[in-house]
């Protein structure tokens, strides 16, 4: 399955409904991409099953007995719970029948779990997620940078202004590529991660936005590896903050973005594979030294980029 291709290791996944069906086949695909899985079920044969099959590919599971309708056997069960980082709120069923012949009784039991259940099974979640999940992110100071790459002086606002809006409208790209379905492989060879995803930048003592990608730091000349399939959208030299950059298409809003390079190999329209070498490390734009960023992006949502990468 695709979600193989994907690290949950150390996270806890709760299925509702899945003891069959589609909660079955999530269940079994979510463990297999390594999430513990907290499984609920109301039907214990059910649950048992699906135990004996994760344990099969030697995944984790945590059996919850429960009617996701039975509000209060629900909040017990799931305060139980310490942590749950993903959510499949899958319990939910169907009674056919013609439009004008639909009984009330069935009408009330379909709403009751379809629409009622979930939503308190997601808000019982979310406040366990919001409690506990509250992801603690680093304070990075750098000094030395020039003075004009942290506040910039007016006259290079056109210019900024232009580049932000080519690289958004790469990142806004939409196209059918399955690339993003494939594993990403580290980009630069033998590096130290100096950045990661989330921290605060303070910049010549100016606290700044957080930073939202990964810095590899290397020698400069370094050579840059492409992390996966995908076509380039945005190849430019010389980017006031981000120096030369290269934006890459994965497939369904996926992008990829690499900054502050010294030397660029690709085009626009270029098709590259996975481990193509596409650029060499640099200090261009706004740097302190030789090190490539890397972003990940779903449109204009800002993802980490250590979730599709096997970082040690």
Same mark, same amino acid.
């Given at each position: 399955?695709?979600?193989?291709?994907?690290?949950?290791?150390?996270?806890?996944?709760?299925?509702?409904?899945?003891?069959?069906?589609?909660?079955?086949?999530?269940?079994?695909?979510?463990?297999?991409?390594?999430?513990?899985?907290?499984?609920?079920?109301?039907?214990?044969?059910?649950?048992?099953?699906?135990?004996? =099959?994760? /344990?099969?590919?030697? *995944? &984790?599971?945590?059996? %919850?007995?429960?009617? $996701?309708? !039975?509000?209060? =056997?629900? /909040?017990?069960?799931? *305060? &139980?719970?310490?942590? %749950?980082?993903?959510? $499949?709120? !899958?319990?939910?069923?169907?009674?056919?029948?013609?439009?004008?012949?639909?009984?009330?009784?069935?009408?009330?039991?379909?709403?009751?779990?379809?629409?009622?259940?979930?939503?308190?099974?997601?808000?019982?979640?979310?406040?366990?997620?919001?409690?506990?999940?509250?992801?603690?992110?680093?304070?990075?100071?750098?000094?030395?940078?020039?003075?004009?790459?942290?506040?910039?002086?007016?006259?290079?606002?056109?210019?900024i202004k232009k580049?932000?809006?080519?690289?958004?409208?790469?990142?806004?790209?939409?196209?059918?590529?399955?690339?993003?379905?494939?594993?990403?492989?580290?980009?630069v060879d033998d590096?130290?991660?100096?950045?990661?995803?989330?921290?605060?930048?303070?910049?010549?003592?100016?606290?700044?936005?957080?930073?939202?990608?990964?810095?590899?730091?290397?020698?400069?000349?370094?050579?840059?590896?492409?992390?996966?399939?995908?076509?380039?959208?945005?190849?430019?030299?010389?980017?006031?903050?981000?120096?030369?950059?290269?934006?890459?298409?994965?497939?369904?809003?996926?992008?990829?973005?690499?900054?502050?390079?010294?030397?660029?190999?690709?085009?626009?329209?270029?098709?590259?594979?996975?481990?193509?070498?596409?650029?060499?490390?640099?200090?261009s734009g706004r740097?302190?030294?030789?090190?490539?960023?890397?972003?990940?992006?779903?449109?204009?949502?800002?993802?980490?980029?250590?979730?599709?990468?096997?970082?040690?």
């Open positions: 399955m695709y979600l193989q291709k994907i690290n949950l290791k150390n996270k806890y996944a709760l299925v509702t409904g899945a003891g069959k069906g589609l909660g079955r086949a999530c269940s079994i695909a979510l463990a297999e991409a390594g999430a513990t899985i907290i499984a609920l079920s109301r039907t214990q044969s059910d649950l048992d099953k699906l135990e004996t =099959e994760i /344990k099969k590919i030697k *995944g &984790k599971v945590i059996k %919850i007995n429960c009617d $996701v309708m !039975n509000i209060k =056997e629900l /909040k017990e069960k799931l *305060g &139980k719970i310490k942590i %749950i980082d993903i959510l $499949v709120n !899958n319990a939910g069923t169907n009674i056919p029948e013609p439009f004008e012949k639909i009984k009330q009784e069935n009408m009330n039991y379909l709403v009751d779990l379809n629409l009622k259940a979930a939503f308190n099974v997601a808000q019982l979640v979310v406040k366990k997620m919001l409690k506990n999940k509250k992801r603690k992110y680093n304070i990075q100071k750098i000094e030395g940078l020039p003075k004009k790459k942290v506040t910039p002086p007016e006259e290079f606002y056109a210019r580049e932000n809006k080519l690289i958004g409208e790469a990142r806004e790209i939409e196209s059918d590529l399955q690339f993003f379905k494939e594993k990403f492989i580290i980009p590096a130290i991660i100096t950045g990661v995803y989330g921290s605060q930048r303070i910049l010549n003592g100016i606290p700044k936005w957080p930073h939202y990608g990964l810095d590899f730091a290397q020698k400069k000349g370094t050579p840059v590896k492409a992390m996966n399939n995908g076509i380039v959208t945005l190849a430019e030299k010389d980017l006031f903050y981000t120096g030369a950059t290269l934006i890459f298409d994965h497939g369904h809003g996926i992008s990829t973005l690499y900054m502050h390079m010294n030397e660029i190999f690709v085009n626009v329209g270029d098709h590259v594979k996975k481990g193509d070498i596409v650029a060499t490390v640099g200090t740097s302190t030294g030789p090190h490539l960023d890397i972003r990940l992006n779903w449109f204009s949502t800002r993802l980490d980029p250590a979730t599709i990468l096997n970082i040690q």
